[in-house]
């Protein structure tokens, strides 16, 4: 079946599509190719599909409940209304996640180069019934598509992730409809309309629509001294509005066809702000946090107190620990790679030494900074070598490119801290060894490299920086050269690939060569570096960049799926920020502010922190065949584990301090 923006083919066999593709598309992308069917719904018994003209019928039945789709294929988008029933003689109650629908946009990660042209990403927001999915292409096109809820209420969503694909795939996504109560002969109805439109021009296609709404937020994340601002557009407003948060209605200003709302926070924490315009509810999520300086002193002087190992019989001597918030204790972990002593928990290595450098009167954070250089020293670092080890020992079986390029940055602020060229000849050799052992085709992320040897130069090492510099700008032209064709590191494709493409030959046009082609070539960079953040009303989500591993690997929880936020989103700002710099364009500036803002979250006042929140309502694990290897679990949680998130704070630090959050 076709119209004028879609075509779409049906999967006869249980009543969903199959396949839905944009005309225009050279490379015929289906937008929703999963392990389940679109549009299928959760636990439900098929009965029969019929058709009338553009019109597609699909009936399911599950106890006495039953459920008729209604697909309508209009000129210009495919509306699906799911018609819920109950057939029996006593109510019919569902919870949070009872109910729920497949819609599987193909959020997956083969390639690079299969991503660019035939993946998406999917921005899921379930606010009630200001409801939607935003679907951006993986790489640069001009259309985007979205599925915008028309009638009823999301609550939230869930994934089934295919076990076999770990980190490489997304999963499928389950849209759950919000709790209801169905008495005998009672139905619920929940109708979306999916549509296309330009890229970037996402409000206003949802201001087009009837009764569309466009809602944001100033800042989601703010501090005891500001207040929330947030803006609601609509071109057909009703009279009969009510705005309240924490049980108690709040004003508004009302202006053209625009709400105005400030609201000043009287505590720390997550703030709901509930709307009804006209019969539509919905909401959507702030956060007070304490202020910066408060919040980084509290997390500097946790860290000092909890996660430095102090035991001189220990070969962790002087290591930066994870802390189990649950058990409070430290914990490490030498199998598991992420819950050891090195690589990611060097975070708080270099926030301690950055805080140092801030405080020279801190006497106890001196201290371990000493006993942290120590630590690397006897138990990480060849000092004849520059080889970096991935755990104590130094074995040579876990070495690891990321951990070099993380090092050099330590050695860095340890210069900058007491002075000693000693690090920066380590740098120098680090530099070299990174290179030499396949630094060229690799995407770090702990270095810009670009610092280093201004540094190294300053220092009246010209002729290494000479050196160094022409090894930089050959890793440089071998980015530009690749484009958008990363090659595969850890994962297939995904954010942290992408920052360094964008970091690194920023950082190198502005404080090495001022070529022109690096700004022309770094355009399509930014442009898929930014598909992958979220535009949705929500502290967790905007501008924060899709990413669906790290608890797994970091957490305690050890549960794939969506980690929204995480603090590898920080690179994105910085990639952000460096980008802002070179071209003067401040929207970018704005966008990093509001990423890294939005990771203050995973910080609590107290100085405990988390390494990750597991957003999606609930994951389920299967294998390629479809079967469950794992169950559902419940996400919507902290990860009691503080691991690597001390980044966040270091890097506010780097890009310069609180300026950085405005």
């Known amino acids: 079946m076709k119209n004028k923006v879609f075509t779409i083919d049906l999967n006869q066999h249980n009543g969903t599509i199959k396949s839905l593709i944009l005309n225009d598309d050279p490379a015929k992308m289906n937008w929703i190719e999963g392990?389940?069917?679109?549009?299928?719904?959760?636990?439900?018994?098929?009965?029969?599909?019929?058709?009338?003209?553009?019109?597609?019928?699909?009936?399911?039945?599950?106890?006495?409940?039953?459920?008729?789709?209604?697909?309508?294929?209009?000129?210009?988008?495919?509306?699906?209304?799911?018609?819920?029933?109950?057939?029996?003689?006593?109510?019919?109650y569902f919870k949070r996640g009872d109910w729920g629908i497949y819609t599987t946009f193909n959020?997956?990660?083969?390639?690079?180069?299969?991503?660019?042209?035939?993946?998406?990403?999917?921005?899921?927001?379930?606010?009630?019934?200001f409801s939607y999915v935003h679907a951006r292409k993986m790489g640069p096109f001009p259309t985007d598509i979205a599925l915008v809820l028309t009638q009823g209420a999301l609550d939230c969503y869930s994934v089934e992730r295919i076990e076999e694909e770990s980190s490489n795939?997304?999963?499928?996504?389950?849209?759950?409809?919000?709790?209801?109560?169905?008495?005998?002969?009672?139905?619920?109805?929940?109708?979306?309309?999916?549509?296309?439109?330009?890229?970037?021009?996402?409000?206003?296609?949802?201001?087009?629509m009837e009764h569309g709404l466009w809602v944001e937020f100033a800042q989601e994340t703010v501090f005891p001294d500001e207040t929330f601002e947030i803006t609601i557009k609509s071109n057909h407003f009703d009279d009969d509005i009510i705005v309240s948060c924490k049980g108690q209605q709040i004003p508004y200003l009302r202006k053209e066809n625009q709400l105005i709302i400030t609201y000043s926070p009287k505590e720390l924490g997550e703030y709901r702000f509930d709307f009804q315009i006209g019969k539509k509810r919905f909401w959507i999520l702030g956060y007070c946090s304490q202020s910066f300086d408060k919040l980084l002193e509290q997390r500097v002087r946790f860290i000092?107190?909890?996660?430095?190992?102090?035991?001189?019989?220990?070969?962790?001597?002087?290591?930066?620990?994870?802390?189990?918030?649950?058990?409070?204790?430290?914990?490490?972990?030498?199998?598991?790679?992420d819950?050891?002593?090195?690589?990611?928990?060097?975070?708080?290595?270099?926030?301690?030494?950055?805080?140092?450098?801030?405080?020279?009167?801190?006497?106890?954070?001196?201290?371990a900074i000493d006993l942290y250089e120590q630590y690397l020293l006897r138990e990480t670092y060849e000092v004849e070598?520059?080889?970096?080890?991935?755990?104590?020992?130094?074995?040579?079986?876990?070495?690891?490119?990321?951990?070099?390029?993380?090092?050099?940055?330590?050695?860095?602020?340890?210069?900058?801290?007491?002075?000693?060229?000693?690090?920066?000849?380590?740098?120098?050799r680090s530099i070299r060894l990174f290179y030499s052992d396949g630094g060229f085709n690799f995407y770090p992320n702990g270095t810009l490299f670009s610092d280093a040897i201004d540094m190294i130069r300053e220092a009246g090492m010209a002729k290494e920086a000479d050196e160094l510099t022409e090894l930089l700008r050959k890793h440089v032209s071998k980015m530009r050269q690749t484009g958008l064709n990363y090659p595969p590191h850890e994962v297939r494709f995904e954010q942290t690939i992408a920052t360094p493409a964008v970091a690194i030959p920023a950082a190198f046009y502005d404080r090495i060569d001022h070529d022109p082609g690096?700004?022309?070539?770094?355009?399509?960079?930014?442009?898929?570096?930014?598909?992958f953040s979220g535009d949705q009303p929500d502290y967790h989500l905007n501008e924060i960049p899709i990413r669906h591993w790290d608890e797994y690997w970091f957490g305690k929880r050890r549960l794939f799926g969506d980690t929204f936020p995480h603090?590898?989103?920080?690179?994105?700002?910085?990639?952000?920020?460096?980008?802002?710099?070179?071209?003067?364009?401040a929207t970018y500036r704005k966008k990093a502010a509001k990423c890294l803002r939005n990771c203050l979250c995973l910080f609590s006042p107290d100085g405990m922190a988390s390494c990750a929140y597991l957003y999606p309502f609930s994951v389920t694990m299967r294998h390629k065949d479809g079967s469950i290897s794992s169950p559902a679990r419940r996400g919507e949680f902290f990860d009691p584990f503080a691991n690597d998130q001390d980044g966040v704070l270091y890097m506010i630090l780097r890009l310069g301090g609180k300026e950085a959050l405005m």
């Not at 959020?107 to 019934?129: F, K, L, N």
């Not at 080889?387 to 210069?415: M, P, Q």
């Not at 399509?524 to 930014?530: K, V």
């Not at 603090?567 to 364009?585: E, F, M, P, Q, V």
């Open 35 to 92: 392990m389940a069917s679109w549009g299928e719904p959760v636990d439900f018994e098929f009965i029969d599909m019929s058709f009338d003209g553009n019109i597609i019928h699909s009936r399911y039945r599950q106890g006495t409940l039953e459920l008729e789709v209604i697909r309508t294929l209009l000129d210009d988008r495919l509306t699906e209304k799911y018609i819920y029933h109950n057939t029996g003689y006593y109510d019919l």
């Open 385 to 428: 070598t520059g080889i970096v080890h991935g755990d104590i020992g130094k074995h040579s079986c876990r070495v690891r490119l990321y951990n070099t390029a993380g090092l050099i940055n330590f050695w860095l602020e340890l210069y900058r801290y007491k002075k000693n060229i000693l690090y920066l000849k380590w740098v120098d």
């Open 567 to 585: 603090y590898l989103s920080l690179l994105t700002a910085r990639a952000y920020h460096l980008y802002a710099k070179i071209t003067n364009d």
């Open 169 to 208: 795939d997304r999963g499928d996504f389950v849209l759950h409809p919000s709790p209801c109560h169905l008495l005998p002969s009672g139905e619920m109805v929940v109708e979306w309309s999916i549509i296309a439109f330009p890229h970037d021009h996402f409000q206003e296609a949802l201001l087009a």
């Open 107 to 129: 959020d997956s990660y083969p390639s690079s180069d299969v991503c660019i042209s035939q993946r998406c990403h999917a921005h899921i927001w379930c606010g009630g019934e």
């Open 304 to 337: 000092l107190k909890n996660q430095q190992m102090l035991d001189p019989r220990s070969p962790l001597y002087g290591a930066f620990m994870i802390y189990d918030n649950e058990e409070h204790s430290p914990y490490y972990n030498y199998i598991w790679r």
């Open 518 to 531: 690096i700004l022309h070539d770094l355009v399509p960079q930014i442009d898929l570096l930014s598909r």
């Open 339 to 367: 819950h050891n002593t090195s690589g990611e928990r060097g975070n708080m290595g270099l926030l301690i030494c950055r805080w140092a450098q801030l405080h020279p009167e801190d006497t106890e954070a001196a201290r």
